[in-house]
């Protein structure tokens, strides 16, 4: 969201930390909020029909290490080496997508899950791997305290992938604005474009990534006030990535899959 409020300065914005996004569905299908971020697999129950999504990001996790670890030093980190380094699993309860997403990637390319851990928040996470001196999976942007490091992981990357959602039907052009400059900030900083080097994603995600659709209807904001939610924070081959290619149309998705042309269906 912070890419996106110097870009909105016309709207009132709420941003709310949620812990994943599976804890956070009712909040947008009741109202609470009109826009959250967050994996769509995972989650353990279907997205409810009344909500839209559009993929805004697949971005890169990093391995979070204690300094002192005997991986810190690399600049970057294979993923073959994780393997003889048991790893922290640290979890929000709410948070089922991110959960599935760290158990696709251990059985992938099997890596041993040393220590399960409930708690919310980076802040926690980060306290933990210091506490417990072994590697976690986590943002590569993220903030760290001293003491602590994060390193880009390859062969291959891991990819965790970020859509935001909506209500279907909302006639509030203010949130089709909102949406439409997520959509372009994600564009200008290619974030959905994989890696040029070998990539991974949980096999339920893939389908979705590789035919991203290409964005929501343009339309200009008045001024009024707009409530946003973002979560707290699978297993095949690896796979090399390519560039996406969506098509010139405006289209976003519905849970089953289908997509609407959102020029007509919104």
Not at 39 to 47: D, K, N, Q, T
Not at 133 to 154: I, K, Q, Y
Not at 183 to 194: E, F, K, N, R
Request: proline share 10%.
């Amino acid at each position: 969201m912070c890419g996106v409020v110097p870009r909105l300065t016309d709207v009132t914005l709420e941003v709310i930390q949620g812990q994943g996004f599976a804890g956070t569905v009712s909040a947008l299908v009741e109202g609470v909020v009109d826009l959250a971020f967050g994996r769509i697999s995972g989650a353990g129950e279907p997205l409810p029909r009344s909500l839209r999504y559009q993929l805004v990001r697949l971005e890169p996790m990093g391995v979070v290490l204690p300094a002192g670890h005997e991986l810190a030093h690399r600049a970057r980190v294979p993923m073959a080496e994780l393997a003889a380094h048991p790893l922290l699993l640290h979890t929000a309860q709410e948070a089922a997508e991110w959960l599935d997403w760290n158990e696709e990637l251990a059985a992938a390319f099997g890596l041993r899950v040393g220590r399960r851990l409930h708690g919310h928040g980076r802040g926690a996470a980060n306290a933990a791997v210091l506490a417990y001196r072994a590697p976690s999976f986590g943002p590569l942007e993220a903030s760290v305290p001293d003491g602590v490091v994060v390193r880009p992981v390859v062969g291959p990357v891991p990819l965790y992938p970020f859509s935001v959602f909506w209500r279907a039907g909302s006639k509030s052009v203010t949130l089709r604005h909102a949406i439409t400059t997520i959509h372009d900030i994600a564009t200008a900083h290619g974030w959905l474009v994989p890696p040029r080097e070998g990539w991974w994603l949980p096999a339920a995600d893939r389908r979705g990534a590789l035919s991203a659709p290409s964005g929501p209807p343009r339309t200009a904001a008045p001024a009024d006030g707009t409530r946003s939610t973002a979560p707290g924070r699978g297993g095949e081959d690896p796979r090399r990535g390519g560039r996406n290619t969506g098509g010139p149309l405006p289209r976003v998705r519905q849970p089953d899959g289908e997509t609407d042309d959102a020029a007509q269906r919104w």
